[in-house]
């Protein structure tokens, strides 16, 4: 059979038809497989604070407050940075308020050159305790509207791909300032960096000796 031209642009017109009306593949969700680039961890500061009632004629506080200031310095120690910020509320009673409160802070632990007082006017009589810290965290994850799960012609993972892992891991930050200034090393014992570099110009071992008591089998199991 012997097609005319006519008949053999209607085939390739009607091909050409066919794969236009295949669904479009969207390649604009995921730029990248690294969930790293795609759902980064961000670090943001945020303001803790806490604000406890306070009696200068009781010069004390209340268990319940004590225990809350106790909560306010431990995470001060583990994550805060920069000064404690202390104010109280203005009138007679002020100076005596920020000193109770600023030797109490002294005597957990934080430096003076740290703690910084003022007054304030804005209706609460309580005492408030303020530090900036740092927050990691991730976008939201739950995008699952931009790609759809049959857009498989990039080989690309899906937009939510990595993304409860990324938040996880922001979540279990001890100190997310070490993401923006890592921490510096904590000083080195020079007395065991000195035994173990004598010991490696000797060719001797280096490794610390057990006693006879250490010195155990891994397994006792059929002896």
């Known amino acids: 059979m012997v097609m005319s031209d006519a008949m053999r642009a209607a085939a390739i017109a009607a091909v050409l038809l066919a794969g236009s009306c295949a669904a479009p593949v969207n390649n604009s969700a995921v730029v990248t497989d690294d969930p790293d680039m795609n759902h980064p961890i961000v670090v943001d500061t945020a303001t803790n604070a806490v604000r406890l009632s306070f009696s200068a004629a009781d010069a004390g506080l209340m268990p319940e407050d004590a225990a809350r200031f106790d909560a306010f310095v431990a995470q001060y120690k583990a994550d805060g940075n920069g000064a404690v910020n202390v104010t109280a509320p203005s009138g007679p009673t002020a100076q005596q308020t920020l000193s109770y409160f600023g030797e109490r802070l002294a005597a957990a632990g934080i ?89 490696y110009e000797k060719g001797t071992p280096s490794a610390a000796t057990k006693s006879a008591d250490q010195s155990v089998a891994v397994s006792d199991v059929g002896h």
């Open 111 to 199: 430096p003076r050159s740290r703690i910084m007082v003022g007054t304030r006017n804005d209706g609460d009589w309580r005492v408030e305790l303020s530090y900036a810290g740092y927050v990691a965290h991730t976008v939201g994850c739950g995008d699952w509207g931009s790609q759809q799960a049959s857009d498989t012609a990039s080989n690309l993972p899906m937009a939510n791909f990595g993304c409860a892992v990324q938040h996880n891991i922001a979540a279990q930050i001890a100190n997310p300032r070490d993401l923006v200034d890592p921490a510096a090393l904590g000083q080195s014992d020079a007395m065991r960096r000195a035994t173990v570099m004598n010991a």
